[in-house]
T-cell receptor
Framework: DARVTQTPRDKVTEMGQEVTMRCQPI?????VFWYRQTMMQGLELLAY????????DSGMPKDRFSAEMPDATLATLKIQPSEPRDSAVYFC???????????????FGQGTRLTVV | LAKTTQPISMDSYEGQEVNITCSHN???????ITWYQQFPSQGPRFIIQ???TKVTNEVASLFIPADRKSSTLSLPRVSLSDTAVYYC?????????????????FGTGTQLKVEL
């Protein structure tokens, strides 16, 4: 049963600390997305990758957030330093895109609930 | 990217058919229309995708008129377990030149509440 795996599921940290969230996309998928969800803003696209290369990270606060794909089986989202306003659920999703075709389906992980106090 | 407009919320009863309409007046020629469902404390889940006319799968139907400026997700005979937020998205075709595109941008969604 292929699924996107995110770790940790829950994270409580103090303001100023570094936070790293990890995502294991579905094997064979070449597109990875990072989202943040809050009650106020809904689902916000932070960044996305194609074949491990960042395509768009315009939704991400550049001064403190960074997203990488060290290899095809791991995507990371790092916040340094973290702030209370970063408290949200962070979702990772993966999908397969071939050529210029449409992305049919993105599979989402269970999310990482981040609380910064 | 095409902006979408959906009702904020809808109420229904078990066994009824629910139709959620999404407006996307500036949809581009290459844009597809996709619907996702999200339950509390879970990530969104793909429901259906279409380009024009009608698409049906085991879960839902998607109706798209000829001008493609709107689309309607139809859920037959809903149950309590269909209570969720439903998102309409447009614009998932890749850009063959830049390799970009496929940008999954979610709007505010429609909160569907199904009661007995």
């Amino acid at each position: 049963d292929a699924r996107v795996t995110q770790t940790p599921r829950d994270k409580v940290t103090e303001m100023g600390q570094e936070v790293t969230m990890r995502c294991q996309p579905i094997l064979g998928h070449n597109t990875v997305f990072w989202y943040r969800q809050t009650m106020m803003q809904g689902l916000e696209l932070l960044a996305y990758f194609r074949n491990r290369a960042p395509l768009d990270d315009s939704g991400m606060p550049k001064d403190r957030f960074s997203a990488e794909m060290p290899d095809a089986t791991l995507a990371t989202l790092k916040i340094q330093p973290s702030e209370p306003r970063d408290s949200a659920v962070y979702f990772c999703a993966s999908g397969l895109v071939l050529g210029a075709e449409a992305l049919t389906e993105a599979f989402f992980g269970q999310g990482t609930r981040l609380t910064v106090v | 990217l095409a902006k979408t407009t959906q009702p904020i919320s809808m109420d229904s009863y078990e066994g009824q058919e629910v139709n959620i309409t999404c407006s996307h007046n500036n949809i581009a020629t290459n844009d597809y229309i996709t619907w996702y469902q999200q339950f509390p404390s879970q990530g969104p889940r793909f429901i259906i995708q279409g380009y024009k006319t009608k698409v049906t799968n085991e879960v839902a139907s998607l109706f798209i008129p000829a001008d493609r400026k709107s689309s309607t997700l139809s859920l037959p005979r809903v149950s309590l377990s269909d209570t969720a937020v439903y998102y309409c998205l447009v614009g998932q075709t890749a850009d063959i030149i830049t390799g970009g595109g496929n940008k999954l941008t979610f709007g505010t969604g429609t909160q569907l509440k199904v009661e007995l």
